[in-house]
């Protein structure tokens, strides 16, 4: 009797407990919704579109083929587009891992450093005047049709946003919680591991999403002025087929490509900033 009597008030107030579930669960659906709703709306809407203007016009599979037959032929061909995406996205992981690794040496220097600010922020801001369309194929005539050349081509395309996201979040600590942890004793390089450096990490996600974005981007370029592998030179050689079809199933595969990895970045945000995470819902609600 004993027993079971305690056993209940366990029981209501693992049910108790148990009760939030269902509401979060479906918070979350919603949100997912309301995130993902509108674009997948709007794609469909346009692959509509797309298929109802080819049967209207009658065009031919070699000028417009239709999402119906571009989804056909990219499944037959699957083997291959899934060869040349393995090695795109390859190409995109090293060249972008190689370009975060130079931007934040060039950032943590930069912010012990100050002086070196005005001498390499002209310089950053000067590399994106450079024409990727020109320097892509003096990567290929200088490196090759290796692996160099086109990380190259990523770490110029993506070096910039990374490394300013980095420097601005840096320098936009607040200055009064730093010269209280100078005042308590703390040394440089505890203000930057305290203060600087998780300060600076929304400003780094943002330039992260960006860059990887332009990551993606940067090596189906590479690829497509001269590469053996890779969705760039599949493209290429598909296009000079006049295989329209596989062109732009080549282009469904890198947009999955590129979302995916956009999407991994929340959740390394997530993983490495939990506190952020924490405080989006409390800013949802209205909280001070």
């Known amino acids: 009797m004993t027993a079971r009597s305690e056993s209940l008030p366990r029981a209501g107030v693992a049910a108790a407990g148990a009760a939030p579930v269902g509401p979060v669960a479906r918070s979350r659906g919603r949100r997912l919704l309301a995130t993902v709703g509108p674009a997948a709306l709007i794609v469909a809407l346009l692959l509509v579109g797309w298929q109802l203007a080819v049967v209207l016009t009658d065009a031919r599979p070699q000028i417009l083929p239709s999402p119906l037959r571009v989804v056909q032929q990219g499944w037959l061909n699957r083997d291959d587009l899934t060869r ?16 975060l690794a ?6 943590i220097t930069v912010d012990f450093v ?143 490509i590129s979302i995916t990895l956009f999407a991994l970045t929340f959740l390394l945000e997530r993983l490495v900033c939990p506190w952020q995470r924490a405080s989006r819902p409390h800013r949802e609600t209205g909280g001070g």
């Open 84 to 99: 040349h995406g393995l090695a795109t996205l390859g190409v995109t992981l090293v060249g972008f891992t190689v370009s």
């Open 102 to 107: 130079v931007s934040w040496a060039v950032a």
């Open 114 to 256: 100050p002086w070196l600010r005005r001498a390499l922020v002209p310089l950053l801001v000067g590399s994106q005047t450079l024409p990727i369309i020109a320097i892509a194929p003096l990567m290929i005539i200088w490196f090759g049709f290796g692996l160099l050349p086109k990380v190259l081509v990523i770490i110029l395309t993506t070096f910039f946003p990374v490394a300013i996201g980095l420097i601005e979040g840096f320098s936009s600590a607040d200055r009064e919680t730093g010269r209280l942890l100078a005042s308590m004793g703390a040394s440089r390089g505890q203000q930057f591991r305290y203060l600087r450096l998780p300060g600076a990490m929304p400003r780094f996600f943002t330039a992260l999403r960006i860059g990887i974005t332009y990551a993606v981007v940067a090596a189906i370029f590479a690829e497509y002025v001269g590469a053996t592998s890779g969705l760039g030179i599949y493209m290429s050689m598909q296009k000079n087929s006049f295989r329209t079809d596989l062109v732009l199933a080549a282009v469904g595969v890198t947009a999955i």
